[in-house]
């Protein structure tokens, strides 16, 4: 069975562009959460979709967004990059809604990194 | 607001011995669940352990135990007889209720170095 699958792996952009990460979670997985990791500030949650709407938001600015699709891939887009931007970006599938009854399984991650 | 405090930021053992991975963690609520994620070098977080605020029991699994306890709010990881492929970072993370879910909050991380 596939694992949750990040593209791309790498990405490196300039300052004030816009950028498109995407996450094909585990086959059957309904759920798809966003994380940013840094050394700075470690592993932030950004947004969860569910069924192709966000349930959770984190305190990230608007120029973070994300959406879901039909088939459960998601997509999140980081608009007017700043240096700060670059990081880690770890998309996790879940078979629910939340935690509670459910494991979160994380992809490889997109490394991006704004110059 | 929930926090994890990873104390650890790095560890250092030669192969074999046993080590163990400190989680303090705060939250109000009197449901919650824990989790240990490793993230070896490739980046991806690997998912070890999830256990909710009511079942106290300790776990073991192979050569990594966990240790919960409410009294103390701590949730430690040990690994015995460690092995060089341990090497990785281990991460401590809490569930946070946000709009009828829930986000995990981790910890900084405790960066583990299994020496041959």
């Known amino acids: 069975k596939a694992g949750v699958t990040q593209t791309p792996r790498y990405l490196i952009k300039t300052r004030g562009q816009q950028v498109t990460l995407s996450c094909s979670p585990i086959?059957?997985?309904?759920?798809v959460s966003w994380y940013q990791q840094t050394p700075g500030q470690g592993l932030q949650f950004l947004f969860e979709?569910?069924?192709?709407?966000?349930?959770n938001k984190g305190n990230f600015p608007g120029r973070f967004s994300g959406r879901q699709f039909s088939n459960s891939r998601s997509e999140m887009n980081v608009s007017t990059l700043e240096l700060g931007d670059s990081a880690l970006y770890l998309c996790?599938?879940?078979?629910?809604?939340?935690?509670?009854?459910?494991?979160?399984?994380f992809g490889q991650g997109t490394r991006l990194t704004v110059v | 607001a929930q926090k994890v405090t990873q104390a650890q930021t790095e560890i250092s053992v030669v192969e074999k011995e046993d080590v163990t991975l400190d989680c303090v963690y705060e939250?109000?609520?009197?449901?919650?669940?824990l989790f240990w994620y490793k993230q070896p070098p490739s980046g991806e977080l690997v998912f070890l352990i999830r256990?909710?605020?009511?079942?106290?029991q300790n776990e073991i699994s192979g050569r990594y135990s966990w240790n919960f306890q409410k009294s103390t709010s701590s949730f430690n990881f040990t690994i015995t007889a460690s092995q060089v492929v341990d090497s990785a970072v281990y991460f401590c993370?809490?569930?946070?209720?946000?709009?009828?879910?829930?986000?995990?909050?981790f910890g900084k991380g405790t960066k583990l170095t299994v020496n041959p």
């Open positions: 996790a599938s879940s078979l629910g809604w939340g935690l509670r009854n459910t494991e979160a399984f």
């Open positions: 086959s059957g997985h309904r759920s």
């Open positions: 979709y569910f069924s192709e709407t966000q349930r």
């Open positions: 939250t109000r609520d009197t449901t919650y669940y």
């Open positions: 256990r909710n605020s009511f079942d106290e």
């Open positions: 993370a809490l569930s946070e209720p946000q709009g009828g879910s829930e986000k995990l909050v």
